[in-house]
């Protein structure tokens, strides 16, 4: 074999170079146990991440618009809006029935064995401030009529890693409410304006054309321009969360003022709409 010498060393020609540093030592070798899912449109297992809970030994998976896996299990690619969309208004949903449950203020209170009587706390506090959170429990929801076990810590929407509770939260996340369907109907099939018009047969309905946007918390339209493309609206149609005192309303102040927000999206639907609809009332 032929050498080539070189100032202070000598190179093998047709040798194979050898890396003299490792960038890192190699780890122990364990077995662990992990939970996967499969099924729908993929093709191979799918890891989750899971997490551990104090007040449950069951295994929870965060749930969060961009989750992957829900996204491809569901449609077979990585993201997808409607989706996106879908997993929101589920969270949305679900946040609604726990709090129906436990109650959003006095939950957090009750978790700690306090009552609103007791006495002695910071003044630096979260309690004696009465921030509204939710107490650490596992709750079984009802969502779209699929049952499945969430539990909600820092506002994060966690549900039980189990083969019945995800089946059930994928179901609630793939079945179409009648504003999506609606409105899904509205993006993919535009008609002529004529042929709506036809079609509608003179029917007010106001499904698909002002929708109330759950996630977040906002009325918006669909409606039809005068080129025949179909727009989405929610500018100026979401009504405040807060009094203008700066004190947060009450079920029963905030559903009024919902309600007056309808009526000013009914009003700019009937005045942007060329769908050859009905003017809908308010």
């Known amino acids: 074999m032929s050498t080539t010498q070189t100032v202070g060393s000598s190179v093998d020609v047709g040798k194979r170079r050898q890396l003299k540093r490792r960038h890192s030592s190699p780890r122990p070798v364990t077995v662990t146990q992990t939970i996967s899912i499969e099924g729908g449109w993929v093709k191979k297992a799918i890891c989750l991440q899971t997490v551990t809970l104090p007040m449950s ?7 969060k618009a961009n989750l992957e896996w829900v996204h491809l299990v569901l449609v077979g690619k990585s993201r997808d809006a409607d989706i996106s969309s879908q997993i929101v208004s589920v969270m949305a949903l679900a946040k609604a029935r726990v709090e129906e449950t436990l109650g959003p203020r006095s939950g957090a209170r009750d978790a700690l064995g306090l009552s609103d009587s007791d006495e002695g706390e ?9 921030k509204s959170r939710m107490p650490l429990t596992e709750t079984t929801v009802t969502v779209r009529g699929c049952q499945f076990r969430v539990v909600f810590a820092r506002r994060i ?14 179901k609630a996340i793939e079945t179409e409410d009648e504003e999506t369907a609606g409105r899904k109907h509205l993006k993919k099939s535009p008609m002529p304006a004529q042929k709506v018009a036809t079609d509608a047969d003179g029917n007010q309905d106001e499904k698909g054309k002002v929708t109330w946007w759950y996630g977040r918390r906002t009325w918006r339209i669909t409606y039809m321009a005068a080129d025949g493309k179909i727009h989405t609206v929610t500018k100026d149609l979401a009504p405040p969360l807060l009094s203008f005192s ?12 919902r309600q ?23």
């Open 260 to 282: 007056e927000f309808r009526q000013k999206a009914v009003k700019l639907w009937n005045e942007k709409d060329c769908s050859g609809d009905d003017r809908l009332e308010a």
């Open 122 to 130: 910071g003044a630096g506090s979260s309690t004696s401030r009465g």
């Open 157 to 170: 929407m966690h549900v039980a890693a189990t083969s019945e509770d995800l089946a059930s939260l994928l």
């Open 57 to 63: 030994s069951t295994p929870y998976v965060v749930v």
């Open 246 to 257: 700066g004190d947060k309303m009450s079920k029963a102040q905030y559903e009024k003022i």
